[in-house]
């Protein structure tokens, strides 16, 4: 009889709204749904409709079903977005820029020091997806309270529902679990914590493009056409639209991972609420992670990187933005902590006074003693403090790239 049950599986022949409706007044979809199937086969196909299954063995293996049906785009999307930051990583490893701390300047950093960072965190967010995924979409089937003792012959002790349930899952290519997880809803949890996590990792580039992209910083810019981020009542505006959106969908990410950790917590064999509570929720998850995967896709596929301007805006902030620099170079003749003090004085001498933090280093004996001007000049100079930062971006782009 399964080829006549199969046959009547067709969603075209079921009217989705009635089932919801008369869902409501069952606890769940499944029991109006099974009624409507056994109506469409003749008698002997009817009778084994639904058998050994429970309403949450429908439910829950339709929930991998369908998580699995959606990751696939979403880490698509996720690793578009990573190529992407490879490519700017590359492209501007030594690229300088000003680095802004607590949004405020901070010391010369390079801009693929930056998509560095978007690279890894989108990588290692995406990687832990797919790690996830590979255990957390199984099969459920384990009947009315956790034994399959209706799939057993005369519900003895017999191993016939686990083997059903591992036939089930390798026909549907899912994990065939040990016991069934009515219950144990790590799985679930599990899903959306790294859906959360990933839609966290889209959001700090969007953030930064978003920052990047005002018009007093102009660092960086999204889309190539003309349509992109208009405005309906100022033309001349060119708003970052697909930042906008990752920043939108990856917001409510969190509130939904914690609604179904919160359901984790179920009573004996079959959840009274918790488990319901998990149905919108988790679709409502997957919607906005996937969202957020395909705008921050699109965002840093088409970004539009400024380097002259970051290059101007670095000389506008001044040497202020060299102090440390300027530490480092006298703390090899004043110590530390001196060096620190004395430089700290000059910075706010210069802000005071409006002069530079070369001259009001340069009125201190103790500077003109350990270091000659030329010497205090090249010290300043922002291409000679960038660190590691090129070490740093082809250590990123080594470690992604064996994954990618």
């Not at 680095?99 to 890894?120: I, M, N, S, Y």
């Not at 703390?331 to 530390?336: D, F, M, Q, T, V």
């Amino acid at each position: 009889v399964a080829a006549a049950i199969a046959g009547a599986c067709k969603a075209e022949r079921f009217d989705l709204a009635a089932l919801g409706a008369q869902g409501a007044r069952t606890g769940n979809p499944v029991m109006p749904m099974v009624r409507a199937l056994r109506a469409l086969l003749p008698e002997r196909a009817a009778a084994e409709v639904h058998r050994g299954a429970t309403s949450q063995d429908v439910l829950d293996t339709a929930a991998m079903l369908l998580a699995k049906r959606a990751l696939g785009p979403i880490a698509a999307d996720a690793a578009g977005a990573a190529i992407a930051c490879a490519q700017l990583a590359e492209r501007h490893r030594d690229t300088p820029m000003l680095g802004r701390t607590l949004l405020q300047q901070a010391l010369p950093v390079t801009f693929g020091l930056k998509a560095a960072g978007w690279l890894a965190g989108i990588a290692s967010a995406r990687a832990g997806l797919l790690a996830s995924a590979e255990w957390a979409l199984a099969v459920q089937l384990g009947g009315a309270a956790g034994t399959a003792a209706a799939l057993t012959p005369r519900g003895g002790c017999g191993e016939e529902g686990p083997a059903i349930a591992a036939g089930v899952a390798r026909e549907l290519d899912l994990a065939a679990p040990a016991l069934p997880w009515h219950t144990e809803r790590g799985r679930v949890a599990s899903i959306a914590s790294s859906l959360s996590l990933l839609a966290g990792a889209l959001a700090k580039p969007a953030r930064d493009v978003t920052l990047l992209a005002q018009d007093e910083v102009a660092e960086v810019r999204e889309g190539a056409r003309e349509e992109d981020g208009g405005s309906s009542t100022m033309p001349h505006k060119r708003n970052p639209v697909a930042a906008v959106a990752v920043l939108a969908c990856a917001g409510r990410a969190p509130g939904l991972a914690m609604t179904l950790h919160a359901a984790m917590v179920q009573e004996h064999e079959r959840a009274a609420g918790a488990w319901q509570g998990e149905w919108e929720t988790l679709c409502d998850l997957l919607r906005v992670a996937g969202s957020a995967a395909a705008a921050a896709r699109e965002m840093l596929e088409g970004l539009q990187v400024d380097g002259e301007r970051m290059r101007a805006n670095l000389r506008a902030a001044g040497d202020l933005a060299m102090a440390e620099a300027a530490v480092s170079a006298l703390a090899e003749h004043l110590g530390w902590w001196p060096a620190q003090e004395l430089v700290q004085a000059a910075a706010r001498r210069a802000r005071e006074e409006g002069v530079t933090l070369r001259e009001a280093l340069l009125r201190a004996p103790e500077v003109s003693a350990a270091l000659s001007p030329g010497e205090l000049e090249a010290a300043l100079q922002p291409e000679s403090y960038l660190g590691a930062a090129r070490a740093f971006v082809d250590r990123a782009l080594a470690e992604y790239r064996p994954a990618g």
